[in-house]
């Protein structure tokens, strides 16, 4: 095992982070930018290296300054958290080439999965099922119209080198598919480096489920069931849950099957998750996530696995001993991000939390790195606070949500606190009657 482990994120994942390695008394180092010193894991940390000012390009993203942070403490592997350079191809080779160990997968992997033809082509090879589209097409091409004619309207657009919502556009008609194509190459030029694009039939008003899966250097490759994360607003999930419900379980098994075998066929090893549309009792892969997951605490929850813990293990080279029949689900879970930001514009808020009493009790989880007193700052993304909620069932989950979050306060900036308690009292979602496009459909946001 590890003795000391550097964790290259900020807020509460790099708190999560350091926990699982008290846990496995791992020595752990923090790394923080000029606007981060006061964090609560910089000071829980053994160790912590300042690594430049407070943007991002200058800090959590400055790939030299991580690796001297490493040779300088003597840590042994890097966890890089969610987000930042945690699906960073060339990070994760630069981490090896230095001598350390990247706690996630190969580069290889992640450099598969980060361009979505590759990842598409490498789903399907395991059996999975795409959304019909084409793969890499030109708006140059003579026969890209036939093989749009082929797809049906209204297509999506999207960047191979794309993700998570961006670089993405709708046609609903032939004569705009050449100019949108054209407009997308160049906006993807832009934003990624690479003009490659593909087309898709867009599904209209689909879910957003997911599977985790664990896999190790050994060939074993376990999932830890799906989750729900249909409640978005602009590509930022709002709420997720765990499991999924009102979708039939021989379906939902037989997708595990063909995650787990994708994850063997690849030889992928860490934490992943496999994005699906889910439409008309359809499974739809998209992407796959080649890292942790800010949601892998529902799966936490319903699962009672530590799958930071476990991911450390796999870097390490420890086999997985555990059997897929032994993770079982208990109950249900959910969670809401509460984010600083103003709950009608959306727009950050950030600023010093003056007060601030998190709730407790039987079933709750918070995952938060705030306290009473601390700034949160302008630079970096406004999630303040996890609350996850398990219970019996999706109604005792609901339930115990509801008085977490009427225990919950925070004083001294604006929360989205408000949304959430509007979505968990709204009939549809209590019946999990939900899809991507529930907020502007049932709520009006947008
Ligand atoms: C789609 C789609 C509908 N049809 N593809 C957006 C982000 C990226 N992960 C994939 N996305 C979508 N792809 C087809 N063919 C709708 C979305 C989509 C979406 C997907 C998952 C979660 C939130 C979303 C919000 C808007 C659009």
């Not at 001297?68 to 994760?92: M, R």
């Not at 032939?174 to 160049?186: C, F, R, V």
């Amino acid at each position: 095992m590890f003795s000391k482990i550097l964790i290259a994120n900020r807020g509460e994942i790099a708190l999560r982070v350091l926990k699982a390695c008290k846990e496995m008394g791992i020595g752990t180092v923090a790394i923080y930018s000029e606007a981060d010193k006061d964090l609560k894991h910089v000071k829980m940390a053994d160790e912590a290296i300042c690594i430049g000012p407070p943007e991002s390009s200058k800090s959590y993203l400055n790939i030299p300054a991580i690796i001297s942070a490493c040779e300088l403490t003597n840590a042994e592997a890097i966890h890089p958290g969610v987000g930042f350079l945690a699906e960073n191809d060339h990070f994760a080779e630069q981490v090896v080439a230095s001598g350390y160990t990247f706690i996630g997968p190969d580069p290889e992997s992640i450099r598969i999965m980060g361009n979505k033809i590759s990842a598409k082509e490498m789903a399907v090879d395991a059996g999975l099922q795409c959304v019909p589209g084409s793969g890499r097409v030109s708006a140059t091409n003579r026969e890209t119209l036939s093989k749009a004619k082929k797809i049906g309207y209204p297509i999506m657009i999207k960047a191979a080198a794309g993700g998570g919502g961006r670089g993405i556009s709708i046609v609903y008609e032939e004569s705009d598919l050449i100019p949108k194509m054209k407009l997308t190459q160049q906006e993807a030029l832009n934003s990624f480096g690479s003009d490659e694009i593909y087309l898709e039939k867009f599904l209209d008003s689909p879910r957003h489920i997911e599977v985790q899966v664990l896999a190790d250097n050994f060939g074993n490759a376990l999932h830890f069931y799906e989750r729900d994360c249909s409640i978005q607003r602009k590509n930022q999930k709002i709420v997720e849950e765990a499991p999924a419900l009102n979708i039939p379980e021989e379906k939902k098994q037989e997708l595990f099957k063909l995650c787990t075998e994708c994850c063997k066929k690849m030889k992928y090893k860490g934490a992943g998750t496999f994005e699906f549309l889910y439409k008309d009792e359809e499974f739809y892969f998209i992407e796959m996530n080649t890292r942790l997951q800010v949601e892998h605490t529902v799966s936490e929850m319903i699962t009672e696995y530590d799958l930071v813990k476990l991911q450390i293990g796999i870097a390490a080279g420890e086999e997985l001993e555990i059997k897929q029949e032994e993770i079982s689900v208990r109950g249900h879970a959910i969670q809401c991000r509460i984010n600083a930001e103003h709950p009608k514009t959306f727009i950050p808020s950030p600023g010093k939390i003056t007060e601030w009493g998190k709730p407790g009790g039987i079933g709750v989880r918070v995952d938060s790195h705030v306290y009473d007193g601390c700034i949160i700052s302008p630079y970096y993304d406004a999630l303040i606070a996890k609350i996850c909620t398990q219970g019996k069932d999706r109604e005792e989950a609901l339930c115990r949500m509801s008085f977490a979050l009427e225990e919950f306060f925070v004083e001294g900036i604006d929360t989205n606190k408000e949304l959430q308690e509007i979505i968990l009292s709204e009939e549809n979602f209590r019946k999990a009657n939900i899809s991507i496009n529930y907020l502007e459909k049932v709520l009006d946001i947008n």
